[in-house]
Nanobody, 127 residues
Framework: QLELVESGGGLVNPGGTLRLSCISSVSSVNSYAVGWFRQAPGKEREVVLCITSIKGATDPAGSMKGRFTISRDYANNAVHLQMDNLEPEDTAVYYC????????????????????WGKGTLVTVSS
């Protein structure tokens, strides 16, 4: 079992910046694919970004392109999501998730492909 804990969410003005962190207590997380996902009120959970030690990071989809980046801190068993120029449409609960590389190679960075999930952190973009 892999425990993931998200932090860094909060209320931010449009145009603002947040950095979310996903931390695991075990270093084995560093061998997993880790991704960020989000779920806005009344909407389905969607992919934000994923990263692996083998292939690096995926590209963010749609409106997140050019604004969101993902990075890994292997020394601290952490994965960060840097979110710049935030928009009200980015308001959502953001989840960190991990998948073993066998599953990840088969299904890629997808909601259904992840094996372990954190409980999420709420991001609210509003003036």
């Amino acid at each position: 079992q892999l425990e993931l804990v998200e932090s860094g969410g909060g209320l931010v003005n449009p145009g603002g910046t947040l950095r979310l962190s996903c931390i695991s207590s075990v270093s084995s997380v560093n061998s997993y694919a880790v991704g960020w996902f989000r779920q806005a009120p009344g909407k389905e959970r969607e992919v934000v970004l994923c990263i692996t030690s083998i292939k690096g990071a995926t590209d963010p989809a749609g409106s997140m392109k050019g604004r969101f980046t993902i990075s890994r801190d292997y020394a601290n068993n952490a994965v960060h999501l840097q979110m710049d120029n935030l928009e009200p449409e980015d308001t959502a609960v953001y989840y960190c998730a991990a998948a073993n590389l066998i599953d990840y190679r088969r299904v890629g960075c997808t909601v259904n492909g992840m094996d372990f999930w954190g409980k999420g952190t709420l991001v609210t973009v509003s003036s």
